[in-house]
């Protein structure tokens, strides 16, 4: 096999996979845990939503440590504890310890994105970067797919309690694929000399490496207009992609009228079809931009093609069909992952060199937490106010429109020390 690589793409997909199985435990949960521990919608908001701010907490964190002592050890850590706090919201008592159990659980999985965008700019030539990113970002929706039939079955059958175990111990065993196997290209054993010369050559678009050592810290890159318009997008983004994540189970049952095990499958179904047309975009941004435009922002055209997709979820209130309705959340979602993935790349792109892509995947990602973190709450506060979940939908799709204009508007100039400088010509080539 020449392009060995590709077991990188198998641990990015499986890392976010089993993060957002773990995740979407609880969204599928929801209603026998609310029964059991007496929670109204406004309390259940706060819960979906409480990983997310020990996530957004420690996703800077998590991104110096990666570029300081590496992926191999530092991903690791994260998988283990985000893992171990998932099985132990199976033995919760009441709503505290459930809350304890994912404040945990958000702390470690913030290691997992910005270990994935240094894995990509460390392994991945410019030329893959798209799709890449968008193999990762995949497993964000895939793991919800997965995790919906399984954690739906497995309440049905057996109780909420053994749900969370069973999706919790899934990390153990990539654990210990990821210890045994992955090393950066540099030492790693799995791949040929031939490939790793075209590794170490293409990562940065056929230039040299300009620095072994970071050559950015986190204040220079809040002094770029990219930095900011990458973190707005990847924040409005994030919205409608959490608004998924931890009401659509919840909608579907009380507003669509489905059982646990039905709900699991229509929200299982928009997610795993949306995996395939969003490695779709990535695929097609990488095929049709040149390296130099990937130098200078020309991905940012994507992503805002992949944010106005999102948008049209402002339609769902007007939809009454379920098949109708499955076909506008796929593609509401899969503007949602495109747009996410396409940004994680454009980050890559646009930073020098891969020693700065752990922090700046953590910068990136903090922005996506600040609008995540919002959404859960703000959506349970619509549905306890107004008793319907339309006006969740309006404002996720408006910051989706939103989002579209500011990655158009700001995200054209390479990341450098010295911030405002012009792009160099050619910058707007490419999709």
């Known amino acids: 096999m020449k392009n060995r690589r590709i077991f990188i793409y198998v641990f990015l ?9 773990d995740r979407v435990a609880l969204s599928v949960a929801a209603q026998p845990i609310a029964h059991e521990f007496g929670i109204g919608p406004i309390q259940m908001g706060f819960l979906l939503s409480s990983f997310i701010w020990t996530y957004f907490a420690s996703l800077i964190v998590w991104g110096l440590a990666l570029d300081r002592w590496g992926t191999r050890y530092v991903n690791a850590a994260g998988m283990a504890i985000f893992s171990l706090a998932t099985v132990a919201t199976g033995f919760a008592w009441n709503y505290a310890s459930i809350l304890c159990t994912r404040l945990v659980m958000g702390a470690g999985e913030a290691s997992s994105f910005p270990a994935g965008g240094k894995v990509i700019r460390e392994w991945m030539p410019a030329s893959e970067r798209g799709v890449a990113a968008a193999t990762l970002n995949s497993g964000s929706y895939a793991g919800p797919a997965i995790g919906a039939l399984l954690v739906a079955f497995a309440v049905q059958l057996f109780g909420w309690r053994t749900g969370f175990m069973i999706v919790g111990g899934s990390g153990a065993i990539w654990l210990f694929f990821w210890l ?13 000399d031939d490939e790793r010369a075209f590794i170490l050559r293409e990562r940065n678009g056929g230039l040299p490496e300009t620095n072994a050592a970071p050559t950015l810290s986190i204040a220079d890159m809040l002094r770029s207009s990219s930095v900011w318009g990458l973190l707005i997008t990847q924040g409005f983004g994030s919205y409608a992609q959490f608004l998924f994540l931890t009401w659509l189970p919840s909608y579907l049952q009380t507003e669509r009228h489905l059982d ?6 229509f929200t299982a179904l928009p997610y795993a079809l949306s995996v395939l047309l969003a490695l779709l975009i990535g695929r097609a941004s990488d095929r049709l931009l040149t390296a130099d435009a990937c130098r200078n922002g020309g991905r940012r055209n ?11 979820v ?11 309705m499955v076909a506008v959340f796929t593609l509401s979602l899969t503007g949602a992952q495109a747009a996410l993935a396409m940004n994680i790349a454009l980050i890559g792109d646009l930073l020098p060199s891969s020693a700065e892509a752990g922090r700046g995947t953590g910068l990136l990602i903090t922005g996506g937490a600040s609008f995540a973190m919002i959404a859960p ?12 979940y339309n006006n969740a939908f309006y404002i996720a799709g408006v910051l989706a429109v939103a989002g579209a204009l500011v990655a158009l508007l700001m995200t054209r ?11 160099a010509p050619g910058a707007s080539i490419g999709v």
């Open 413 to 423: 100039a390479p990341i450098h020390r010295q911030a405002g400088a012009a792009h």
């Open 314 to 324: 402002l339609v769902t209130p007007f939809v009454e069909d379920m098949w109708l």
């Open 302 to 312: 994507m992503v805002a093609f992949s944010m106005l997709l999102t948008a049209v």
């Open 260 to 265: 646990i095990v039905r709900s699991g499958y």
């Open 180 to 192: 045994r196997y992955f090393r950066k290209p540099e030492e790693a054993a799995f791949i040929g």
């Open 13 to 21: 997909f499986s890392l976010t996979s089993i993060n957002y199985i």
């Open 377 to 388: 709450i703000a959506t349970g506060y619509v549905v306890a106010l107004t008793h319907s």
